[in-house]
Nanobody, 125 residues
Framework: QVQLVESGGGLVQAGGSLILSCATSERTSSIYGMAWFRQAPGKERGFVAFITLYGGSTNYDNSVKGRFTISRDNAKNMVYLQMNSLKPEDTAVYYC??????????????????WGQGTQVTVSS
């Protein structure tokens, strides 16, 4: 059982930056890839970014390309999401997720085996 714990959310003005962190309870050798998703009130959970833990291949939703960066530190069992140039429409609960094996899809929630509890990000205009 992999446990994921997010941190780093908060309130920020539009144009500002935040860094989200996701700590994993197990060695990253048991995880193939990790992602960040987000869910705003009344909306479905949507894909933000994905990274493979070995190799570091990344994938981003078009809405965050050029503004957000996903990274990992395998020695610390951590994954991060650097968020710059934040917009009010980025307001959501952000979740990290882990997949233990390769999947052909990495942008859908069903492709993930474990989820964190979420952290709130609020961007004021």
């Amino acid at each position: 059982q992999v446990q994921l714990v997010e941190s780093g959310g908060g309130l920020v003005q539009a144009g500002g930056s935040l860094i989200l962190s996701c700590a994993t309870s197990e060695r990253t050798s048991s995880i193939y890839g990790m992602a960040w998703f987000r869910q705003a009130p009344g909306k479905e959970r949507g894909f933000v970014a994905f990274i493979t833990l070995y190799g570091g291949s990344t994938n981003y939703d078009n809405s965050v390309k050029g503004r957000f960066t996903i990274s990992r530190d395998n020695a610390k069992n951590m994954v991060y999401l650097q968020m710059n140039s934040l917009k009010p429409e980025d307001t959501a609960v952000y979740y990290c997720a882990a997949q233990t094996n390769y999947r052909s899809v990495n942008s859908r929630p069903y492709a993930y085996d474990y989820w964190g509890q979420g952290t709130q990000v609020t961007v004021s205009s």
